[in-house]
C-alpha cells in the first residue's frame, strides 16, 4: 500500500523539513508513500477537490485566511478515514483537536522521533480501518467499517449500531463488542463508543463529532479519559 500523505505549510523552509523527516521515516520502515505539499489550507483544497485519496494531512496550525484547525473541520465533513495531525508552535491549540479527532499535535520545531512515532500511529490507524464488524440485517449481512462506527448501544435484547444509518441486531454488547478492537471503550452495560469519534466528556455525558450524546454512568469519567489520554 502506497500512504498518500499532505503536509500544509505557509513557510517553505519548515514544509522542506517535515517533507524530508517523513521520506526518512518511510525508508526506515520500508514503506511506500506519496508527499504533497501546499502553501496553504486553500491551496490544499484546491487539489482535494479533484484527489480525496489522502491518508495523513500534516497541518500547520497557524497559516493565512484559513488556518489548519479550519481547515481539517472542511475536511472532516465528509471524511472521518483521513488520519490528521496538527502541527503548531502554540499549545493553546491542542483542545481543537477534539473536534476533529486530530490523531495528534507536534509543537515546533518538529522532533524526528516524535514524529516517527506519531505517523506510526497513523499507519496502524489506517491499517484497523480495514477492519469490519459484520452484522446480520433482516436477512442480510452487512460488513461495516470499524472507523465508521461511532457508538454501539443496548436496549434489550437488541443492539443498535450507529455508523452513519443505525443498525439493529438481536444480540448482546458482548457479542458486538468481540468485534471492535481498543480504539472503543465499553462504558458500562449500554454502551460502546469509539475514542476516535470523542469531541467532549464531561462527568455525566460524551459528545461525539457527530454530535451525538452519550450517557456516562458514575465512576467512568476518569477511566475514560485515562483511555483517551492513552491514544494521543
Given at each position: 500500500?502506497?500512504?498518500?500523505?499532505?503536509?500544509c505549510?505557509?513557510?517553505q523552509?519548515?514544509a522542506d523539513?517535515?517533507?524530508?523527516?517523513v521520506?526518512?521515516?518511510?525508508q526506515?520502515?520500508?514503506?511506500?508513500i506519496?508527499?504533497?505539499c501546499?502553501p496553504?489550507?486553500?491551496?490544499f483544497?484546491?487539489?482535494y477537490?479533484?484527489?480525496?485519496t489522502?491518508?495523513?494531512?500534516l497541518?500547520d496550525?497557524?497559516m493565512g485566511?484559513?488556518?489548519?484547525?479550519?481547515?481539517a473541520?472542511t475536511?472532516?465533513?465528509?471524511?472521518?478515514a483521513?488520519?490528521i495531525?496538527?502541527i503548531?508552535g502554540?499549545?493553546e491549540?491542542?483542545?481543537a483537536?477534539?473536534?476533529v479527532?486530530?490523531?495528534?499535535?507536534l509543537?515546533?520545531?518538529v522532533?524526528?522521533?516524535?514524529?516517527?512515532?506519531?505517523?506510526g500511529?497513523?499507519?496502524?490507524?489506517l491499517?484497523r480501518?480495514?477492519?469490519?464488524?459484520?452484522l446480520?440485517?433482516?436477512?442480510?449481512?452487512?460488513?461495516?467499517?470499524l472507523?465508521?462506527v461511532?457508538f454501539?448501544?443496548v436496549?434489550?435484547?437488541?443492539v443498535t449500531?450507529?455508523?452513519g444509518?443505525?443498525?439493529?441486531?438481536?444480540?448482546?454488547?458482548?457479542?458486538?463488542?468481540k468485534?471492535?478492537?481498543?480504539?472503543f471503550?465499553r462504558t458500562?452495560?449500554s454502551?460502546?463508543?469509539n475514542?476516535?469519534?470523542?469531541?467532549?466528556?464531561?462527568?455525566?455525558q460524551?459528545?461525539?463529532?457527530?454530535g451525538?450524546i452519550?450517557p456516562?454512568?458514575?465512576?467512568v469519567?476518569?477511566p475514560l479519559?485515562r483511555?483517551?489520554i492513552?491514544?494521543?
Amino acid at each position: 500500500m502506497t500512504y498518500h500523505i499532505a503536509i500544509c505549510d505557509d513557510s517553505q523552509t519548515d514544509a522542506d523539513y517535515i517533507a524530508a523527516l517523513v521520506e526518512k521515516w518511510a525508508q526506515t520502515d520500508d514503506i511506500y508513500i506519496k508527499i504533497d505539499c501546499f502553501p496553504s489550507a486553500e491551496a490544499f483544497l484546491f487539489q482535494y477537490t479533484e484527489d480525496r485519496t489522502y491518508d495523513i494531512l500534516l497541518l500547520d496550525v497557524e497559516m493565512g485566511e484559513m488556518n489548519g484547525v479550519e481547515l481539517a473541520h472542511t475536511v472532516r465533513k465528509e471524511n472521518h478515514a483521513v488520519q490528521i495531525v496538527f502541527i503548531t508552535g502554540y499549545s493553546e491549540y491542542i483542545s481543537a483537536g477534539y473536534d476533529v479527532a486530530a490523531l495528534h499535535y507536534l509543537m515546533k520545531p518538529v522532533d524526528e522521533k516524535k514524529l516517527f512515532t506519531v505517523l506510526g500511529r497513523a499507519k496502524e490507524m489506517l491499517i484497523r480501518q480495514e477492519r469490519r464488524i459484520v452484522l446480520a440485517v433482516s436477512g442480510e449481512t452487512v460488513r461495516i467499517p470499524l472507523h465508521e462506527v461511532r457508538f454501539v448501544e443496548v436496549q434489550g435484547n437488541y443492539v443498535t449500531v450507529h455508523a452513519g444509518r443505525e443498525y439493529t441486531v438481536k444480540a448482546t454488547l458482548g457479542t458486538i463488542e468481540k468485534q471492535l478492537d481498543d480504539s472503543f471503550f465499553r462504558t458500562g452495560r449500554s454502551y460502546i463508543i469509539n475514542l476516535g469519534c470523542i469531541r467532549r466528556v464531561s462527568k455525566t455525558q460524551v459528545e461525539l463529532s457527530d454530535g451525538s450524546i452519550v450517557p456516562l454512568p458514575r465512576g467512568v469519567y476518569e477511566p475514560l479519559n485515562r483511555a483517551i489520554i492513552s491514544r494521543t
